[in-house]
């Protein structure tokens, strides 16, 4: 291992930019003749647009254009669609309902995108847009998906009756129904995984522009996958021909998921740079964000848990209501199935399951992955169920758990999954032994006499990321491959470019990515650039989400240096007069093992271009490219143990401490690793504790604002307690396991595992507010 190769805490590269405001976001970004637009968006959840006057803002100061929907369909711009097909247990496929990415005739949700101004400012686009008059008939809304299906409630699509998108199932309902007959034990839980709002640091921001004599598009973005934006703006929404659309993501400030997707903006803007002449910037203020952004979870799920007299699992019945809001988002149809009811085996050896997924429209913001898509909502359930099992059964929920986990692998569960490799076990034990475990009593005693409830809860998740393999997921309704691609090239000087596929918007992809090729060539990072975010300088990749980079990414970069190394040997062979098989590579030099000749790097590299001495008939240059495509999913895995101290007399919760053991498998740089396990734990204690999105019964946003929804601050969390042991992938040549959504994975239950642990109350609904609280409390006195 290097100094900065593989396994090195290696400061981030890209940070000096950041930290010293140079980064260059889709905001900062200037094109001459650049004008501003601004959207009217629909104040009624859901209503009939009966008409549109833009005559007063048309003549107002700065104007350029004001474009409606009519006038887009009448160009032929597309409906946004859903990019994964979910069949119901019927066989019947999915109930994809219109969504013009301008409402035409009908407003789906507040916020629905309808006008869209272009003016000299933005200032002027935003005063035009409120002089838009638009007349409305307001509609009877729903919001919860546990009312959309009643006789009665509002039909939001024609095309989905009862506003049920899909009726899908998973796993096998009489081996469970038999499972459940031969059960000592039933444990029986209604549990809610609460709405998110995602909040990226960056808002979202388009700036699209036609290029009339060139007869090219070009689009900068926040997204986190460039080229799938490209694809499915040209295929399906006709804005542009691929080969004449340009899509860039440059520096973008944070994802989570909720820039994965295509929204109508980005669409809108291109469209209206071509009808008005003009470049067109548009920037999201932090309220559009809290209405149109993607959000996450929204789950009502009941689930039923069988166990033999001696607590092992026999069987799992689950039935779910996923809320996927008024239009179903480009991912949003894998989310509440393949991504979530696949993982509810946790790490348990469960020999039957089946799970029942009902996804329904209501009058809300979209609902699409949000960081762990799917498995949060899974180990939610999974982790509540086991603690609260422990203490049905007054049995220690450590060794109920151990009983249970997968000891052997490779393991196929009821729901597809095959785990491939994992110690559960070594996961727990190092959380149990970081935590103090066996002294929390003393503790606890300790708090009562300050007048404290002390409580200790865990969670014991697994995830699956890296999805793939491309035929796998195709044969469940995916519409792209989920390979990635690289191109490594080496210039005549030595300097590496590596172009991927794996978009960066906060993972640390400049430094992990370069100390591959540290590791490889022993050259210095300086030396090598990371391309990524740009459609025309990176070929086709597949873009990041799913924590994918790593096991998917990484592992196409590895295939590309392999041939890079195999062609730099051969020409080191040839200028030193040596076997092929005799040169290794060591810091920065091609060598012959067992001497002292050698021959430098950037030489090497200049005589594959200057090609006056090379192998014969060898082609010039180094520079190779490869595409990778998984085998399987990587099963990331550990234990997370919360500990809180509650108020009994106000219901404020302190979490007291907070431990990680995570198996991530083999690291390429602890010290990022480390910082992504932080930030998804404060994502998953925000949303135990403090997050959630509340639409009122009108379907109005009640927490659009930073003075409404409840961030985590610093003062929320304490110093937490990482540590990770490894199980190396047996599936990818890095051995490596995603780590970036581990943290908002195991999280949540842990923290609602302990505060119930201290107050002696099961019942109690995320977020845990002091309010939520100390109400439980009081029910449970009473």
Not at 281 to 290: I, L, P
Not at 412 to 422: K, N
Not at 459 to 472: F, L, M, Q, T, V
Not at 530 to 550: A, F, L, N
Request: proline letters at 5%; hydrophobic letters at 40%; one cysteine or more.
């Amino acid at each position: 291992m290097g100094i900065e190769g593989v396994g090195a805490r290696v400061a981030r590269k890209e940070d000096k930019r950041f930290i010293t405001g140079a980064g260059r976001y889709v905001d900062d970004m200037v094109v001459p003749g650049m004008k501003h637009a601004a959207f009217v968006r629909s104040p009624h959840a859901h209503a009939q647009i009966k008409k549109i006057d833009v005559k007063k803002a048309q003549g107002m100061p700065g104007v350029i254009g004001v474009l409606t929907g009519k006038e887009l369909k009448a160009d032929g711009i597309g409906n946004l669609i859903c990019g994964w097909m979910i069949h119901s247990k019927d066989g019947s496929p999915m109930k994809m309902g219109a969504w013009s990415p301008l409402a035409f005739d009908r407003v789906r949700y507040v916020g629905d995108a309808v006008v869209i101004v272009v003016a000299e400012t933005k200032g002027q686009a935003r005063d035009a847009a409120e002089a838009v008059e638009i007349t409305y008939k307001e509609l009877k809304a729903v919001v919860d998906a546990s009312k959309a299906m009643d006789k009665g409630a509002p039909q939001i699509h024609p095309e989905a009756d009862n506003n049920l998108i899909f009726d899908w199932d998973i796993g096998n309902a009489d081996d469970t129904a038999a499972a459940f007959g031969k059960a000592a034990h039933v444990v029986k839980m209604d549990i809610i995984n609460n709405r998110l709002v995602p909040n990226a640091m960056e808002p979202r921001a388009a700036l699209g522009h036609y290029d009339k004599a060139e007869d090219h598009y070009t689009c900068w973005t926040t997204s986190q996958n460039p080229h799938v934006a490209r694809l499915v703006m040209s295929a399906f929404y006709n804005v542009a021909p691929e080969n004449k659309l340009r899509v860039i993501a440059p520096d973008v400030g944070g994802g989570f998921g909720s820039k994965i997707y295509i929204y109508p903006e980005e669409i809108v803007c291109l469209w209206a740079s071509k009808k008005t002449g003009v470049p067109v910037k548009w920037v999201a203020d932090r309220t559009e964000s809290f209405l149109t952004d993607a959000h996450g979870r929204d789950h009502h799920t009941h689930a039923e848990m069988a166990f033999d007299k001696d607590h092992r699992i026999l069987g799992l019945k689950v039935e779910t209501q996923a809320n996927l809001g008024a239009y179903m988002s480009l991912f949003s149809s894998a989310t509440p199935t393949y991504l979530y009811a696949t993982l509810l085996s946790g790490q348990y050896n469960i020999p039957a399951i089946h799970a029942n997924v009902k996804a329904i429209y209501t009058n809300t913001a979209p609902v699409d992955a949000y960081r762990g898509a799917g498995r949060p909502e899974a180990t939610f359930v999974m982790e509540r169920m086991m603690e609260t099992a422990a203490r049905q059964f007054g049995v220690s929920p450590a060794e109920l758990r151990r009983k249970n986990f997968v000891t052997s692998f490779p393991h196929q569960t009821p729901v597809i999954m095959c785990y491939d490799a994992g110690d559960y076990a070594a996961s727990l034990d190092a959380a149990m032994q970081a935590s103090d475990y066996a002294g929390f009593a003393k503790r606890k005693a300790a708090a009562a006499n300050k007048g404290l409830l002390r409580g200790i809860g865990m969670s014991c998740y697994i995830e699956a990321c890296g999805i793939a393999p491309s035929a796998a997921v195709g044969s469940l309704g995916a519409g792209v491959g989920l390979w990635e691609s690289a191109e490594v090239r080496v210039n005549a000087v030595g300097t590496i470019e590596v172009l991927t596929g794996s978009h960066s918007h906060g993972q640390g992809h400049e430094t992990t990515f370069a100390q591959l090729v540290n590791e490889r060539f022993g050259v210095p990072l300086d030396s090598v650039s990371i391309v990524h975010g740009d459609t025309d300088k990176v070929q086709m990749g597949m873009g990041t989400y799913g924590s994918r980079s790593g096991a998917v990414g990484m592992s196409a970069i590895v295939k590309a240096l392999d041939k890079v190394e195999a062609k730099a040997k051969k020409i080191a062979a040839h200028l030193l007069e040596a076997d092929e098989g005799d040169i290794i590579i060591e810091n920065g030099a091609l060598k012959v093992a067992g001497t002292d000749k050698n021959v430098p790097w950037f030489q090497m590299a200049l005589a594959a271009y200057t090609a006056h001495n090379l192998p014969g008939g060898m082609e010039p240059g180094l520079k190779e490219t490869a595409f990778y495509d998984p085998s399987n999913f990587t099963f990331p895995a550990g234990c997370y143990i919360c500990e809180v101290e509650v108020d009994p007399e106000t219901g404020v919760t302190e979490i007291v401490q907070f431990v990680a053991a995570d198996d991530f498998g083999n690291i390429i740089n602890p010290m990022i690793v480390e910082g992504q396990v932080h930030g998804g734990l404060a994502q998953g204690i925000g949303q135990a504790l403090l997050e959630g999105a509340h639409y009122d019964n009108s379907g109005q946003l009640l927490t659009a604002s930073y003075m409404d929804y409840t961030m985590p601050r610093a003062d929320d969390l304490p110093s937490f307690k990482v540590s990770t042991s490894n199980t190396p992938c047996p599936g990818n040549p890095l051995g490596i396991k995603g780590c970036g959504e581990a943290g908002a994975i195991g999280s949540p239950p842990a923290v609602i595992n302990a505060i119930t642990d201290a107050i002696g109350s099961n019942d109690l609904a995320m977020p845990a507010s002091p309010s939520t609280v100390w109400a439980a409390i009081r029910a449970t006195k009473h």
